[in-house]
């Protein structure tokens, strides 16, 4: 049980004759007294400080928790982010690598078209020098033929030709006639080639 110092009073000792000396008795009574009154006051105020920091104790302990669970979130969530952007990173890199795959098969069709359209000139170009050669061939040898054969039938025809009157027969100069027209005629013939 606590005592108030203001419960301390100053006794009343008998007097005897082999006694303490009254005043030095209570000149250390009254010290006495306030020094409890000053521990008292200090251990209130101790006590109150004691409470505070009890108090703010709980406040740290209830922030430390909420810190602690906060921090856990953020690892949580940190590593979530972390997972995430490593299945994003795979995700853009499969995409990344099924567009070049794409662009390359595209690239190699757009090849493989362009060497079969040169491969198709080449075979158009080879068949137009083949008709070409076959063509300026035949002309060759028509110009050769009409070289030789006509100076020899104008010839022929100079020879044989007769004044209207002395001619035996005027049937034979008409067929002759008709021989030359054909053989000019030839001059216009044309060969024609079909794409294969």
């Known amino acids: 049980m606590a005592i108030d110092p203001s419960e301390i009073e100053i006794p009343k000792f008998r007097l005897s004759l082999k006694g303490y000396n009254q005043r030095e008795v209570d000149q250390f009574i009254t010290k006495l007294r306030e020094g409890y009154h000053e521990i008292v006051h200090q251990n209130n105020v101790l006590t109150e400080e004691i409470s505070k920091l009890t108090e703010q104790i709980k406040v740290y302990a209830s922030k430390k928790e909420g810190l602690e669970d906060a921090l856990i979130s953020a690892q949580k969530s940190a590593q979530l982010i972390s997972e995430n952007s490593q299945e994003q990173a795979k995700l853009i890199v499969k995409d990344a690598e099924i567009k070049a795959n794409r662009i390359l098969e595209e690239g190699e069709k757009k090849l493989q078209a362009l060497r079969n359209e040169i491969a198709s000139l080449n075979e158009q170009k080879r068949l137009f020098l083949t008709k070409l050669k076959s063509l300026i061939t035949s002309h060759s040898e028509l110009l050769d033929f009409y070289e030789e054969v006509l100076p020899q039938k104008k010839a022929k025809v100079k020879k044989e030709t007769f004044k ?22 030839d001059h216009d013939e044309t060969i024609t080639f079909e794409d294969d």
């Open 164 to 185: 209207e009157d002395e001619l035996p027969f005027k049937e034979s100069v008409d067929e002759q006639n008709a021989e030359s027209i054909s053989l000019e005629n």
